[in-house]
């Protein structure tokens, strides 16, 4: 059976619009993870586990910071050590008795979105200061967190640690209270807020310029 023109857009525009979701489906977070245990892999290091508290206390790092974003991409926003046990572990449900050191942190900013490919590269490890404290052999663990400001700069944080697998930062009941509204962090279930929101405009603008071409070829 033949599809008339009209089925044919209908279907290619459910087709965009499958690989659009695809392409976004997935926690950011969970990518920059990933890149950056591909990177200490290829370096001969031991991969990192990704730890959900961690990753969590990263997202509220940002949270903290995320007016602090400079005009050249840097976060000048220092937390304390009790920010960490005080506001940070409680607010993302983090059993006080299984918190652990925190061996180094990277914080980085910019004016707009990036893929984490990109806000590796660009944002979070670029320079030697940065790939040194990637490379760090005391690191066992590591948490990523990133928010989105409303008509501001998107932030990203990771937190390594040298921790144990499974047994510390370990979330009170599994993470279930957590109250998330804003960005999102490694290891979690909950989908991102406020990123890649963009998606749906490109899906429109696509289509509107099939049926473009689909109309010239009538004329």
């Not at 990518?31 to 959900?52: F, G």
């Not at 200061?129 to 400001?149: F, Y």
Request: net charge neutral; with cysteine.
């Amino acid at each position: 059976m033949k599809l008339c023109h009209c089925e044919w857009l209908v279907l290619c525009h459910l087709l965009i619009a499958a690989v659009v979701a695809s392409k976004n489906h997935g926690n950011p977070a969970d990518d920059l993870v990933e890149i950056i245990n591909k990177n200490r892999t290829a370096q001969k290091l031991s991969k990192l586990s990704d730890t959900p508290g961690l990753g969590c206390m990263a997202l509220q790092y940002v949270e903290l910071c995320k007016e602090n974003c400079t005009s050249n991409n840097t976060v000048e926003c220092k937390p304390s050590e009790d920010d960490f046990t005080e506001i940070f572990a409680p607010n993302c449900g983090v059993e006080l008795p299984t918190i652990d050191t925190i061996t180094g942190h990277i914080v980085g900013c910019q004016s707009k979105y990036l893929e984490p490919s990109l806000a590796f590269s660009q944002v979070l490890v670029k320079d030697k200061k940065s790939l040194s404290l990637l490379k760090n052999k005391s690191h066992t663990e590591v948490g990523v967190g990133m928010v989105g400001v409303h008509k501001g700069p998107f932030l990203w944080c990771v937190l390594f640690s040298s921790g144990k697998k499974n047994s510390t930062f370990v979330l009170e009941d599994h993470g279930i209270g957590i109250k998330q509204k804003n960005g999102c962090y490694s290891g979690s279930s909950i989908p991102c807020n406020g990123v890649q929101k963009k998606s749906a405009m490109w899906i429109n603008i696509m289509f509107l310029g099939f049926l473009f071409v689909f109309h010239l070829q009538l004329l």
